[in-house]
């Protein structure tokens, strides 16, 4: 029983930044994203009777240690739901995710992985159960099974059964574009699990944040739904720096941004007071994203490729959700 699926990794606007239970990886707010076609992975998963255990390649390397073990663990999920408990697999996952530009592929590789398993086994999920199932991966991902713009509801049940991702808005609703901005690649101190931890457990900026959550969810979905690029934009941007300002509040603290960073938020507000357009949103990472309009797409990409420390400018449009090519074996 074999299933091939694609899915996309996605930019949180409305940030997720903070769980309620670690182990259901359940947030501690809604989140809003966009998918974007630009990154992607792509798994087979093929479960045959005569397996023992697992296999698991990535670009066609063979995986071990906790990586592997993320995957078998969630494929015991998947087979817990088919009631199929001694059905092993090898899964096949090709990255098109470059983790230099600062897009985690978890995202796309837990919503693909997910997908491929639970078709390949036998399961006929609806969108939301599907979103459930991929957040037990990775949280992010659960947002990764639709296209264009995504909410994920942190839902308030204790088993995690009300809290999955819902569309907002099509791939094809309207053409708002991503550039990563790539800087020179430098491994991160603290971890996006560590600093996600640290900050819920010491910092006094947490519970402002929390409680920001829902005025920004409704003001951009108000802009989404009016295509008010400079309201999202401005919301999406807002939204960051309140992130990032928990961080500096944690015990102790830590930041995520070095000097190009910085140069490159300075570089967009200086395109706004142009008259160009154009807002930053930045995750767990020194790496910057800019929102902009499709007309101005020659304008940001050579402002940045000409900006000391930036390695590479990549763009990308709105993605489309969850695909499939299935072969049954």
Known sequence: MKATAKAHTNIALIKYWGKRNDSLILPTNNSLSLTLDGFYTETTVDFQDS???DSFFLNKEKI???AYERVTLFLDLIRKIADKPNLFATVHSTNHVPTAAGFASSASGFAALAAAGSK???LQLADHELSRLTRQGSGS????????????QQGTLEDGSDSYAVPIAEQNFWDVRVAAIVLSAKEKKVSS????KRTVDTSPFFKGWVDSIPADLREIKQGIEARDFEKV????EANCLKMHATTLGAAPPFTYWNDITVSVMQTVQKLREEGIPAYFTIDAGPNVKVLYLPENEDKIVNTFRHLPGVTDVIVSKPGRGVTYTTEDE
Do not use: K
Not at 193 to 196: A, P
Not at 233 to 236: C, H, K, L, Q
């Open 120 to 122: 390949a086994i036998g």
């Open 233 to 236: 934009g401005a919301v999406a």
């Open 141 to 152: 991902a659960c947002r990764s099974i639709y296209g264009g713009f995504a909410e994920w």
């Open 64 to 66: 071990n240690g906790i």
């Open 193 to 196: 699990r560590e600093g996600m």
């Open 51 to 53: 397996l023992t255990e």
